[in-house]
Structure formats: structure tokens, C-alpha cells
């Protein structure tokens, strides 16, 4: 196997106004990364704090539809202003905003991926914002790599579910990113439980977590976030940042403040 990650050192330089840059990955499809990257968003902008994300997933970009953003983003002399989410202002980078039919796949190989994400740092007017959240592709191949080598990321956020092969898949994430020396905060078990309407009581629908395979390899589990049907019904009508469970929101507000 050829392990050249850090065969050709990118030059990352920190870009003005922008304080922290958090990625947020998975090792596969599916965990709901692009949610939790959605709700962390609203959680930091209800706070006060200026919030913007970068859709880095350009073969599955996620962000503008659960947050409502379908404008598109205004020229300014030789850089791009990023349209606004509705209600509370998130900043959006997607390429699905740069595309004349959302439905239109994008076939690209990984030269021209990073040149689109390369642009979309560099020629992006981002403005001064406190956070800026980065939805990385799933995996650990070329479009990622390029990604956390390419941004200067201050932390990596991973993103799993309750079952064993999602925290094997996610594990290696995790050993990317420490051997990018990117700091790991640790993950986030999405879909780790769910509430009976009737009786109330939280139950497993995955069966019990396999958060220890993770706590072994030294990933902390930083929240356990519920299947929640109100949150794939605000997706689906792009009205996610109306979320307002205000326990899972805490709980993902605690995360961006771990150094």
C-alpha cells in the first residue's frame, strides 16, 4: 500500500475572519453527518456566535436542503458571497448551489474535487465568522484526504451510529485525521436511541451501543443523539434550523466549546 499522505505538504494558511474551522466526517454513508453538521450550525447561531459551513460533500451535498438555502451566491470582484439560511442566517457553500438542475450528479475525479473545494476556501468570501463547519465525503479516500490536508482544521469531529461496523469504519476516520495531526474531539452516536410516543421510554432500535470499541481507541462519545422523525421532517422541508429540542441542541452546543 502507497502512504503518501504528507508526501506533498500543503501550505495552510488561516483565513481572516475566520476564528475555527471544525471538520465533521464519517468513515461511511448514512450515520446522518450532514444532519448533525446542520444542527451543530444552529445550535452555535442561536448562541450569537457568526456560523458558516462548507458542503465539502460534493458528490452528496446535503447542506442547502435541510437548511432551505437555494439562492445562489453573489459574484463580488474576483470572489463569491455565500447565500444566507432563512431564519437565522447560517452562511452555506454548496456546490449544489452552483448547479443549474440539484438532481445533476456530479462525476468528477479527485484532481478537479480539490480544486472545486480549493475555491470554494480560497474565493469565497466567508466575512468574519466565529465558526466555520466543514461536512467532509464519508470515507477515508482522495476527496477527504485532500480536504483535511488542504484546510487549516482546527478539530475533527466524527460522526457514527450504534452499531459495531460503524464504529470499525469510523475508528479509521479517526486515525486519519491523527495521522494528519489534526485534532480529534471525539464523536457524536447519532441515531443512538428513540422515545416510544406511547409509553415515553427510550428504547435501542440498533441494539446496544458499541461506543466502548470507540472509548478503547481513545475517541470519547461527546453526545448520543435520538432518531428524532421531526428532524428527517425539517430536513425534508429545509426548515431543519426550527429544530428545538433543546436537550440534543446542548448537547451539541458542548462540543464546539472542548479544546
Not at 450550525?41 to 442547502?64: M, N, W
Not at 428532524?231 to 448537547?251: C, F, H, P, R, W
Request: charged letters at 20%.
Amino acid at each position: 500500500m502507497n502512504e503518501d499522505h504528507d508526501s506533498a505538504p500543503i501550505a495552510k494558511a488561516k483565513k481572516v475572519g475566520v476564528d475555527h474551522v471544525l471538520a465533521i466526517g464519517s468513515g461511511k454513508g448514512g450515520v446522518g453527518k450532514s444532519s448533525v453538521t446542520a444542527l451543530l450550525a444552529v445550535a452555535l447561531q442561536r448562541q450569537g456566535f457568526k456560523v458558516g459551513i462548507l458542503d465539502a460533500d460534493l458528490t452528496g451535498p446535503s447542506i442547502p436542503k435541510l437548511l432551505g438555502v437555494d439562492g445562489m451566491p453573489k459574484a463580488a470582484f474576483s470572489s463569491l458571497i455565500p447565500p444566507v439560511s432563512p431564519n437565522l442566517g447560517i452562511r452555506v457553500m454548496s456546490i449544489n448551489l452552483l448547479l443549474d438542475d440539484p438532481y445533476k450528479p456530479v462525476i468528477w475525479r479527485g484532481p478537479l474535487v480539490a480544486n472545486v473545494i480549493k475555491q470554494f476556501w480560497e474565493d469565497v468570501t466567508w466575512g468574519e465568522i466565529d465558526y466555520l463547519l466543514v461536512d467532509l465525503p464519508p470515507g477515508t479516500s482522495d476527496a477527504p484526504l485532500t480536504i483535511m490536508q488542504l484546510l487549516p482544521l482546527d478539530g475533527f469531529l466524527a460522526v457514527t451510529s450504534p452499531q459495531s461496523l460503524s464504529a470499525m469504519v469510523v475508528i479509521k476516520a479517526v486515525n486519519m485525521a491523527n495521522m494528519l495531526s489534526i485534532p480529534v474531539l471525539g464523536a457524536v452516536e447519532n441515531m443512538s436511541y428513540a422515545i416510544c410516543p406511547y409509553c415515553h421510554q427510550a428504547w435501542e432500535p440498533f441494539g446496544s451501543s458499541h461506543s466502548e470499541e470507540l472509548e478503547e481507541h481513545n475517541i470519547p462519545i461527546l453526545a448520543k443523539l435520538p432518531i428524532d422523525p421531526s428532524i428527517a421532517k425539517l430536513g425534508d422541508e429545509g426548515k431543519l434550523e426550527t429544530y428545538d429540542n433543546a436537550e440534543v441542541m446542548q448537547s451539541l452546543l458542548a462540543i464546539a466549546t472542548i479544546k
